[in-house]
């Protein structure tokens, strides 16, 4: 049957956009200007024509009910149909929930944050065009933390350690991670959460971890985390283009914009390299069947990718931050750094610690032929015979943490890979620490700032870290327990190691009754 | 050589026929099969057009449809209703 047509010229897209975005704004007469958008200026950033600005997607708000509501409907329908079928059966191992844990945990109530952000800076912005964008992606990060939530919460009917999650983003010590991160950029103006968000963790971070993370989740069977990441990075395609499109809208409408734009790029990209530590040691350590090392992913999807991008920036005179020369570096031995750090401290951990098996340390050892051998190898060799002699080895001291990116000073020096790398500032007669040249760089230039951060080494041993009827003057008074109770964290149960943990048990007991009766 | 320009897409019906598109109108694009998703990259620039799509697909396509089915893309975006280009200018 053919379908009625109608006579009617249909808009096309770049008309559309232009009625959509432009003409809907009014200059104030009651109330100055700077006053209805009090941010818009104090970061330096000068702007002469908003209406310059151009969304590269020209996504206007009916298109974009319309693909989100779609994309919506295709989502539910897997997370569903996965439930249904007892998907979580279906994994390659327990041991991959724990990834999901880290997820959970640490990203989603991110997604939450970028909500609020973008809220924030949309009304900050005196242009329409970004306003109507920042509405959009405000709107898409609301949807992705409440996707993952509703993917993961399958998993915590099964599995421990998913039960407090908004809680232990604000208490757990390795939260204040990605959490101090966000809150890094939440607190700076408007321009610079564009660059932070839309450069940094869009580009540089999500990247990363929603693709080929995401592409590890699908190849170790679970289609809820496949379905929420890949949804969730159509969306942050549009946003990194977004971030893009920010940056270079700033660098053509003023040359003093430019040193100031450098700055924020050279800052952004290390604290999202840092936050990716997480993401290196998920894929090289907790997938129990491998897509690819990080170091693969991190030649593909920042090298590659950053090369060609800072290319095309330079016609700006943008050139690729420094830091980069250190990734290079850093790329051979983060992911076994950081999973070195989790298995001494899994004590205090909500999810699970194990050591790589023989046949996954040969897989190291010819992903990483130059480090792991040689720097990590005998260290997980040693620990697993101090294990099987009944000496697990759990580090009850609590590390010197970096003042920038929160992470314990495990890194080494760029040029020795046997010395941890150490740095440090004076302000105002306090010495302060660092895991790098470029996180020192980054409190040197704003120490008013950092000089607030809320590190929980210090305030565990502050006592901030306890329930309140605690009592740390009882001679049986346990801290790591107590501390351990503030988490809400179940001793015994959401820590410690896989091998004999409750969730290493029911999975197998659970896979068993779903083949026999 | 001009760096790569890539497009990621889920693996679907749709997105196989988007990409067997992008291979028809794009000389020397390769192709990286990967876990649930497939990447396309060429140097310098790649080209969707809608004609070629609804082709391969069967049906008519509308360029904004490709949002249901991509994952991530590098590259400047020239959006048109007939032809979505990623690029870099270098």
Same mark, same amino acid.
């Given at each position: 049957?053919?379908?009625? *047509?109608?006579?009617?010229?249909? $808009?096309?897209?770049?008309? /559309?956009?232009?009625?959509?975005?432009?003409?809907?704004?009014?200059?104030?007469?009651?109330?100055?200007?700077?006053?209805? !958008?009090?941010?818009?200026?104090?970061?330096?950033?000068?702007?002469?024509?908003?209406?310059?600005?151009?969304?590269?997607?020209? $996504?206007?708000?009916?298109?974009?009910?319309?693909?989100?509501?779609?994309?919506?409907?295709?989502?539910?329908?897997? %997370?569903?149909?996965?439930?249904?079928?007892?998907?979580?059966?279906?994994?390659?191992?327990?041991?991959?929930?724990?990834? +999901?844990?880290?997820?959970?945990?640490?990203?989603?109530?991110?997604?939450?944050?970028?909500?609020?952000?973008?809220?924030?800076?949309?009304?900050?912005?005196?242009?329409?065009?970004?306003?109507?964008?920042?509405?959009?992606?405000?709107?898409?990060?609301?949807?992705?933390?409440?996707?993952?939530?509703?993917?993961?919460?399958?998993?915590?009917?099964?599995?421990?350690?998913?039960?407090?999650?908004?809680?232990?983003?604000?208490?757990?010590?390795?939260?204040?991670?990605?959490?101090?991160?966000?809150?890094?950029?939440?607190?700076?103006?408007? !321009?610079?959460?564009?660059?932070?968000?839309? !450069?940094?963790?869009?580009?540089?971070?999500?990247?990363? +971890?929603?693709?080929?993370?995401?592409?590890?989740?699908?190849?170790?069977?679970?289609?809820?985390?496949? *379905?929420?990441?890949?949804?969730?990075?159509?969306?942050?395609?549009?946003?990194?283009?977004?971030? %893009?499109?920010?940056?270079?809208?700033?660098?053509?409408?003023?040359?003093?914009?430019?040193?100031?734009?450098?700055?924020?790029?050279?800052?952004?990209?290390?604290?999202?390299?840092?936050?990716?530590? $997480?993401?290196?040691?998920?894929?090289?350590?907790? +997938?129990?069947?491998?897509?690819?090392?990080?170091?693969?992913?991190?030649?593909?999807?920042?090298?590659?990718?950053?090369?060609?991008?800072?290319?095309?920036?330079?016609?700006?005179?943008?050139?690729?931050?420094?830091?980069?020369?250190?990734? +290079?570096?850093?790329?051979?031995?983060?992911?076994?750094?950081?999973?070195?750090? !989790?298995?001494?401290?899994?004590?205090?951990?909500?999810?699970?610690?194990? %050591?790589? =098996? =023989?046949?996954?340390?040969?897989?190291?050892?010819? /992903?990483?032929?130059?480090?792991?051998?040689?720097?990590?190898?005998?260290?997980?060799?040693?620990?697993?015979?101090?294990?099987?002699?009944?000496?697990?080895?759990?580090?009850?001291?609590?590390?010197?943490?970096?003042?920038?990116?929160?992470?314990?000073?495990?890194?080494?020096?760029?040029?020795?890979?046997?010395?941890?790398?150490?740095?440090?500032?004076?302000?105002?007669?306090?010495?302060?620490?660092?895991?790098?040249?470029?996180? /020192?760089?980054?409190?040197?230039?704003?120490?008013? /700032?950092?000089?607030?951060?809320?590190?929980?080494?210090?305030?565990?041993?502050?006592?901030?870290?306890?329930?309140?009827?605690?009592?740390?003057?009882?001679?049986?008074?346990?801290?790591?327990?107590?501390?351990?109770?503030?988490?809400?964290?179940?001793?015994?149960?959401?820590?410690?190691?896989?091998?004999?943990?409750?969730?290493?048990?029911?999975?197998?007991?659970?896979?068993?009754?779903?083949?026999?009766? | 050589?001009?760096?790569?320009?890539?497009?990621?897409?889920?693996?679907?019906?749709?997105?196989?026929?988007?990409?067997?598109?992008?291979?028809?109108?794009?000389?020397?694009?390769?192709?990286?099969? &990967?876990?649930?998703?497939?990447?396309?990259?060429?140097?310098?620039?790649?080209?969707?057009?809608?004609?070629?799509?609804?082709?391969?697909?069967?049906?008519?396509?509308?360029? &904004?449809?490709? &949002?249901?089915?991509?994952?991530?893309?590098?590259?400047?975006?020239?959006?048109?209703?007939?032809?979505?280009?990623?690029?870099?200018?270098?």
């Amino acid at each position: 049957m053919d379908m009625p *047509t109608t006579t009617k010229k249909k $808009l096309g897209i770049k008309e /559309k956009y232009a009625l959509m975005t432009r003409g809907l704004d009014w200059e104030t007469t009651y109330q100055p200007m700077d006053k209805v !958008f009090p941010y818009a200026k104090f970061e330096g950033i000068k702007i002469h024509d908003w209406d310059k600005w151009e969304d590269p997607f020209r $996504l206007t708000m009916d298109a974009y009910w319309k693909y989100q509501a779609e994309k919506e409907r295709k989502l539910y329908a897997i %997370l569903d149909a996965f439930n249904q079928n007892n998907g979580h059966l279906g994994i390659t191992d327990a041991r991959y929930v724990n990834t +999901l844990k880290l997820f959970l945990n640490g990203i989603s109530p991110l997604e939450y944050m970028a909500h609020r952000g973008f809220a924030h800076v949309g009304r900050q912005f005196p242009g329409v065009g970004p306003r109507v964008a920042c509405q959009m992606q405000s709107l898409d990060e609301m949807r992705h933390a409440q996707t993952q939530i509703h993917s993961m919460s399958n998993y915590n009917r099964y599995y421990n350690g998913f039960h407090s999650f908004p809680e232990m983003l604000q208490k757990v010590w390795y939260m204040s991670v990605p959490r101090s991160f966000f809150d890094d950029a939440y607190t700076s103006g408007p !321009f610079e959460f564009m660059v932070a968000i839309g !450069f940094s963790f869009e580009y540089v971070l999500t990247n990363l +971890l929603f693709v080929p993370f995401v592409s590890g989740a699908a190849y170790n069977g679970d289609m809820g985390a496949m *379905t929420f990441g890949f949804s969730a990075q159509s969306d942050e395609a549009r946003h990194m283009t977004l971030g %893009l499109e920010c940056i270079r809208f700033m660098l053509e409408q003023d040359p003093d914009n430019i040193p100031i734009v450098q700055k924020w790029i050279d800052k952004w990209t290390w604290r999202g390299i840092r936050v990716l530590t $997480l993401v290196a040691m998920m894929m090289d350590y907790m +997938l129990p069947k491998k897509v690819m090392s990080w170091k693969e992913a991190w030649e593909i999807y920042f090298e590659e990718n950053a090369t060609a991008l800072f290319n095309d920036l330079a016609r700006y005179g943008i050139k690729m931050p420094d830091c980069a020369k250190q990734a +290079l570096i850093d790329k051979e031995h983060i992911s076994h750094q950081a999973w070195a750090t !989790f298995y001494q401290y899994s004590a205090v951990s909500n999810f699970h610690g194990w %050591l790589p =098996s =023989s046949e996954e340390m040969d897989w190291l050892s010819a /992903k990483y032929p130059d480090t792991f051998d040689q720097y990590y190898r005998p260290r997980f060799e040693h620990w697993a015979k101090e294990a099987a002699e009944g000496r697990r080895f759990y580090n009850t001291t609590l590390p010197q943490l970096c003042q920038v990116c929160q992470i314990p000073m495990i890194f080494t020096e760029p040029t020795d890979p046997t010395q941890i790398c150490y740095r440090e500032s004076e302000f105002e007669g306090d010495k302060y620490h660092f895991c790098s040249d470029h996180c /020192k760089n980054i409190f040197d230039d704003e120490p008013e /700032k950092y000089v607030q951060a809320w590190l929980p080494v210090q305030q565990i041993y502050q006592g901030n870290c306890f329930m309140p009827d605690a009592d740390p003057t009882k001679p049986d008074f346990n801290p790591i327990e107590e501390v351990l109770r503030y988490y809400n964290l179940q001793n015994g149960r959401d820590n410690m190691d896989y091998v004999g943990s409750e969730d290493e048990a029911n999975f197998r007991a659970w896979r068993q009754t779903s083949t026999q009766n | 050589m001009a760096d790569n320009v890539f497009i990621a897409f889920q693996t679907s019906d749709e997105s196989r026929a988007i990409v067997e598109a992008i291979l028809a109108d794009n000389p020397g694009t390769t192709v990286d099969e &990967q876990p649930a998703m497939v990447r396309v990259i060429r140097p310098g620039s790649l080209t969707i057009r809608r004609e070629t799509v609804e082709e391969h697909m069967g049906r008519d396509f509308d360029l &904004q449809e490709l &949002q249901l089915y991509l994952i991530t893309l590098t590259g400047n975006i020239d959006e048109t209703d007939d032809a979505f280009t990623l690029a870099w200018h270098n």
